[in-house]
């Protein structure tokens, strides 16, 4: 089972800041990493799928890169509503798996 | 609009049985490939299930094989789990989620539920 290792654990922010998470898996995933959004007692939003595409309805400030093992999801400068918990997660080789997220909080 | 919509959830005794459900609307149910993804209180997020969209071929994870059963209904635009043997640590909302492909397991759902809670004890 491939383990995605999420860093920072928390991330204390400001709004207005640039935010930087990063997702590294223990053997190549390729570019089959995607990033979701969740909110307290909401369901996973998908941000992005395959490492760098913005799923529909997603803002620009929402970036992804990578590739291979070493992974980053760029909010470019945060917006109220952009704070929460978010998880990278492979798609490479079932089972597909999560990394343990990474929860932006306001500073 | 894109609905999915689980219920079933409740609380159950270790070793007892559950069926989820999740009715689907908005789109062609039979053309998508379909998830069951749960997440216990206060913890990330797992796949549990997948199934392809005329229900052929299903996938588990470790932790359910053998214990939990994943279907689909094409006719009725339900899917299903089956979920026997529970045991303290399947407790979690269960959520089921919708690819963003079309007809294609892209490993991306795009579209989920408010998720159902299972509580497993004695």
């Known amino acids: 089972e491939i383990v995605l290792t999420q860093s920072p654990a928390t991330l204390s922010l400001s709004p207005g800041k640039r935010a930087t998470l990063s997702c590294r898996a223990s053997?190549?995933?390729?570019?089959?990493l995607a990033w979701y959004q969740q909110k307290p007692g909401q369901a996973p939003r998908l941000l992005i799928y395959?490492?760098?595409n913005r799923a529909t309805g997603i803002p620009a400030r929402f970036s992804g890169s990578g590739s291979g093992t070493d992974f980053t999801l760029t909010l470019s400068s945060l917006e109220p509503e952009d704070f929460a918990v978010y998880y990278c997660?492979?798609?490479?080789?079932?089972?597909?798996?999560f990394g343990q997220g990474t929860k932006v909080e306001i500073k | 609009e894109v609905q999915l919509v689980e219920a079933g959830g409740g609380s159950v005794q270790p070793g007892g049985s559950l069926r989820l459900s999740c009715a689907a609307s908005?789109?062609?149910?039979?053309?998508?490939?379909m998830y069951w993804v749960r997440q216990a209180p206060g913890k990330g997020l797992v796949w549990v299930s997948r199934?392809?969209?005329?229900?052929?071929?299903?996938s588990y994870a470790d932790s359910v094989k053998g214990r939990f059963t994943m279907s689909r209904d094409n006719a009725k635009n339900t899917l299903y789990l089956q979920m026997n043997s529970l045991r303290a640590e399947d407790t979690a909302v269960y959520y089921c989620?919708?690819?963003?492909?079309?007809?294609?397991?892209?490993?991306?759902?795009?579209?989920w539920g408010q998720g159902t809670l299972v509580t497993v004890s004695s």
């Open positions: 997660q492979q798609r490479s080789n079932w089972p597909w798996t």
């Open positions: 989620a919708r690819d963003r492909s079309y007809y294609y397991d892209s490993g991306s759902p795009e579209y």
């Open positions: 053997q190549s995933v390729s570019i089959y």
């Open positions: 395959d490492a760098s």
């Open positions: 199934i392809n969209n005329d229900g052929s071929s299903t």
């Open positions: 908005g789109f062609i149910f039979s053309s998508y490939w």
